[in-house]
Structure formats: C-alpha cells, structure tokens
C-alpha cells in the first residue's frame, strides 16, 4: 500500500485553466503538507495542516486554495493558472510538526 | 525562507568511494535531517540528528552534526550506482509547532560503475 499517494501524477494544462491535485495519506498522521520543487529542485514549503487546520501558509499567491476535509486528505486546487506555476508538487505528511516526512511521489504541473 | 546550502552542488564517484556531503544551515534548530530523491520521485527519509547529538549511523550512512558552525555532513561510505541520486539537508525548527522542515537546495551524486 502506498503510504502518501497524490494524483494526477502529470498534470498538462494552459494557461488560465483552474485544477487540483489530489492527496491521501494512510500513515494516521496528523500532519499534511504542501512542497512545490522548482525546476533547480529547490523545494519549498506552501502550506501545512494539523487536523485539518491550516498552520503554515507561506508566501503563496492566493490563486493556491488548500483544503482539508479530513486529516487523511490535502488537496491543492489552483485557479488561473500561470506560467510560473509550472513545477513538481509534492505532498507530504508527519505524524508531529517538523519531524520526519513521508513524501508522495509528485505532481509534474506543466502550463502552457 | 531558505536554510539549508548543500555542498558540493553535484558530486561525481565511482563505486565503492566513499561521497561527502555538507550542509550549513542560519538559524537554531530542534534537529537535521537528509532525505534523497531517485530521478522523478519524492523525497525519502534516511537519517535524522537532533541538536543534541554530534553523529549518528544507519549502515552505510554517517551524520555529524556541529551546532556552533551550523553545519553537518552526510558520508556515504563504499558508493554504489544504486547511490545516485540528490541528497538534501532540511532542518526542523526550535518551536516544532507550527513550523516545517526547510530544505537545502541539494547535492547530486552521481555513482559511475
């Protein structure tokens, strides 16, 4: 069983579309978690959930709506779609705050 | 905010050497952790050291940790092809609530045969 699954594993959309990705965990943590990986693989934190609660929102554009409609479940939907929104997407969670991290396998989020 | 700098940005070895790669980090931490990532995958955990601790093993892999320079390295001792990947150093934060590990921008190995 995959512990963090995300889907769709490659997304292709133009510019302007809105769409989401999907992320489940099976893990019982508490804590789920939003990266986005740029093309230099820098990766960097966008959003946290504790119990559904949102915690950590950084400086991400509002057109990026995280919801939680359970603690197993973090889904990231994005309007308007941009070209610099292409990157790879990675959902994680943790059973406590910043301690080990259980990764989905990715999101490729292509705009053209 | 960044914290994390891996060094080297890319490593190239043949098996069985032994790769080195370091990580400084700005502000206090709770631990540091290195995680690695296969071409097109997520991230997978391989070892974490807390602030109190100085080195830590798990098999093939050795971390230090010095909380005065702010650093730490990973060793990856007798390489194997199977090691190439990109490694990266992340921190977890003094206050854990409410914060997230912050990622270094990475080291990739590359483990020629």
């Known amino acids: 069983d995959t512990a963090v699954s995300q889907t769709p594993k490659y997304l292709v959309t133009q510019m302007g579309n809105d769409k989401s990705i999907k992320c489940e965990q099976n893990l019982g943590h508490d804590t789920m978690y939003w990266y986005k990986q740029d093309s230099k693989k820098f990766l960097k934190i966008m959003f946290s959930?504790?119990?559904?609660?949102?915690?950590i929102n950084e400086t991400v554009p509002n057109r990026f709506s995280p919801k939680s409609p359970d603690k197993a479940h973090l889904n990231l939907h994005i309007n308007s779609l941009e070209l610099g929104d292409s990157a790879v997407y990675f959902c994680a969670s943790s059973q406590t705050g910043a301690e080990k991290l259980f990764f989905g396998s990715g999101t490729q989020l292509s705009v053209l | 905010s960044q914290q994390g700098e891996e060094d080297p940005q890319a490593l190239s070895i043949q098996e069985g050497e032994n790769a080195t790669m370091n990580c400084s980090y700005k502000t206090s931490i709770n631990n540091l952790q290195w995680y690695r990532q296969n071409s097109g995958r997520g991230l997978v955990h391989l070892i974490l050291i807390r602030s109190n601790e100085r080195e830590k093993h798990s098999g093939r892999l050795r971390v230090t940790l010095d909380t005065s320079k702010k650093s730490s390295s990973l060793l990856i001792t007798a390489s194997r092809a199977a090691d190439t990947a990109s490694y990266f150093c992340?921190?977890?934060?003094?206050?854990?609530?409410?914060?997230?590990?912050?990622f270094g921008k990475g080291t990739t190995l590359s483990v020629s045969s």
């Open positions: 959930y504790n119990n559904k609660e949102l915690i």
């Open positions: 992340a921190t977890g934060g003094v206050n854990q609530a409410g914060t997230a590990l912050i």
